[in-house]
């Protein structure tokens, strides 16, 4: 299996499961929002543009391709730009609740398989003080995650709750993941699995 991501945080998940794969970095150009896809789309889009690049190199490996979103409102929000850039985000997370969509694309050319979906978790965030947005920002590296934080890192100081999987959150929905995987281990009997 090949996963289609330079995302450390999908590699260790994906690693938690047991699941052999090797990593092949497609590099394509994204959708972003304005391109007449919406915004809930987007993910699930952008995770079939990186697995069809590199499921047509390699047409008998499975190829696995993700890509997560954070949507607040009617405004997607990616990675922050500058330290600036992370405040502003969190001030606007800040009380409020948001979507993060996870949008997977699992292609495996040789048999045909082409599965396109996408979760939806929904964070609901506490009310941050400007300290607390600096203490976060101090613990965690929000430089390249969407949204400037990581749920998984320090996530008690900023997250009230949520409601859907948590892995979602992370980079990669692992339960109807790991159940498709199984599925096509007995009908393929391809050994994915450690």
Not at 49 to 70: C, G, N
Request: glycine share 6%; net charge negative.
């Amino acid at each position: 299996m090949i996963l289609a991501s330079r995302s450390p945080r999908r590699r260790e998940l994906l690693s938690s499961c047991g699941v052999e794969f090797s990593i092949f970095d497609a590099d394509v150009d994204e959708l972003s929002p304005g391109m007449g896809v919406a915004l809930a789309d987007l993910p699930q889009h952008n995770a079939a543009l990186k697995a069809r690049k590199v499921a047509d190199l390699f047409p008998q490996e499975i190829v696995l391709a993700a890509d997560t979103m954070v949507i607040c409102g009617a405004e997607a929000l990616g990675k922050p730009a500058s330290d600036a850039d992370a405040v502003e985000m969190l001030q606007m997370l800040s009380g409020k609740s948001h979507d993060v969509v996870t949008g997977v694309a699992l292609i495996w050319h040789e048999k045909g398989i082409c599965e396109l979906w996408s979760e939806t978790t929904r964070v609901c965030f506490k009310e941050l003080t400007p300290e607390t947005i600096r203490e976060y920002m101090r613990l965690v590296d929000v430089s390249d995650k969407a949204g400037a934080y990581a749920i998984q890192e320090h996530g008690d100081l900023i997250v009230a709750s949520w409601h859907g999987e948590l892995e979602n959150v992370i980079g990669l929905p692992l339960v109807k993941l790991q159940k498709r995987l199984k599925e096509l281990i007995q009908d393929y009997g391809k050994d994915l699995f450690e």
